[in-house]
């Protein structure tokens, strides 16, 4: 039978006993998740990329212990979200060291996107304009708009996967959307005064 | 707008409300047009984002996490002898705990014979090096009382 027409279960046994094709496969069907989590979390960065990588391969030395408890996508999930607050952490260290104010600011978060070009670019597409508000909120605000508006995750499993009380979750979303609405409206007024 | 209304909108888009909260709400939402207009421009923002484009890692993903995950077995490989396999971590655990115990039960049994060579009595206290508990009863000594006392 071939790998791409497996359950999710029978491939992490396969993978369990050595196979690296039912491996590869899991891979294959779970990046685009993974890559969704990291990449808006920490920007099209080769840091995204890295900790996309290092998920999968904390996926497969943790295989044993595996038991299905969640399914794998939701396990990835949490491994990717918690290897981007960490290099968000490690970024925020870096910033105390080298400080840097970039162009744009308005509120009072620590900026932690320097990698994307976007942050520097001029926003003329509402797609750009929210990748740039959400790189400016702190992290625990962006994993939870990530996690619940972008991955489609119930507030119940952005809670579990975050390891968070469901009430720090719905608090949390509430300024987060605040602030993004926030930094939208203004952007919207930069960008009809650079119109005029 | 009242706080508390805008509190339930918030939260009506994330987590269920009662049916008294929800028909307050409604009863709210009826009521205030800058309510209304703040519940279109919530779900007009969160749209936006839920919309968005999924990004996706450069082609041959699944390649790389191959590749390196195939250089780090290898490096593990060539720091475990000839002959020898990769001990998995459930099997290692017991393994490095039962030289804790040896090393721990060794050191134990030293330094309770050395308690015991410098101390100058054999009890439980002094092969741990504590030193004997002395009760009242114990320095008062009937003979003295009595002399000073006048009675002996």
């Known amino acids: 039978m071939r790998e791409d027409a497996l359950t999710d279960e029978a491939l992490v046994d396969a993978a369990r006993d050595g196979c690296e094709d039912a491996f590869r496969t899991l891979v294959e069907r779970y990046e685009g998740r993974v890559a969704s989590v990291v990449i808006r979390m920490l920007g099209n960065t080769p840091e995204a990329e890295d900790a996309g990588q290092e998920t999968f391969i904390r996926f497969y030395r943790g295989l044993r212990g595996f038991r299905g408890q969640a399914s794998v996508g939701t396990y990835l999930t949490r491994i990717a979200i918690n290897l981007s607050l960490t290099e968000l952490k490690k970024r925020r260290r870096r910033a105390i060291f080298v400080p840097f104010t970039p162009p744009g600011r308005e509120d009072d978060t620590p900026e932690l996107e320097y990698a994307d070009p976007a942050a520097s670019a001029e926003y003329d597409d509402t797609a750009d304009r929210i990748q740039a508000a959400l790189n400016r909120l702190k992290p625990e605000f962006r994993s939870v708009i990530v996690l619940r508006l972008m991955e489609g995750y119930s507030t119940k499993e952005t809670a579990e996967i975050l390891g968070l009380p469901v009430g720090t979750v719905l608090s949390r979303l509430r300024r987060s959307q605040e602030k993004l609405k926030r930094m939208l409206i203004s952007s919207n007024r930069e960008l009809v005064h650079e119109t005029v | ?152």
């Open chain 2, 1 to 152: 707008m009242k706080r508390s209304e805008l509190d339930l909108l918030y939260r009506s888009l994330d987590a269920s409300l009662t049916p008294e909260e929800q028909s307050r709400l409604d009863a709210a939402l009826r009521r205030d047009p800058g309510l209304r207009d703040e519940h279109e421009r919530l779900v007009r923002l969160r749209s936006q984002v839920e919309n968005q484009e999924s990004p996706s890692f450069r082609a041959d993903f699944s390649q790389r996490v191959m590749e390196r995950l195939a250089a780090e077995s290898s490096t593990m490989r060539a720091s475990i002898p000839e002959g020898e396999t990769t001990p998995d971590f459930e099997d290692a655990l017991p393994l490095m705990f039962r030289k804790v115990a040896v090393a721990a039960s060794v050191a134990a049994v030293l330094l309770v014979t050395y308690n015991l060579a410098t101390s100058e009595s054999v009890s439980i206290n002094t092969s741990f090096g504590l030193t004997e508990e002395l009760y009242p009863e114990d320095l008062y000594d009937a003979r003295i009382a009595l002399e000073t006392e006048g009675e002996l």
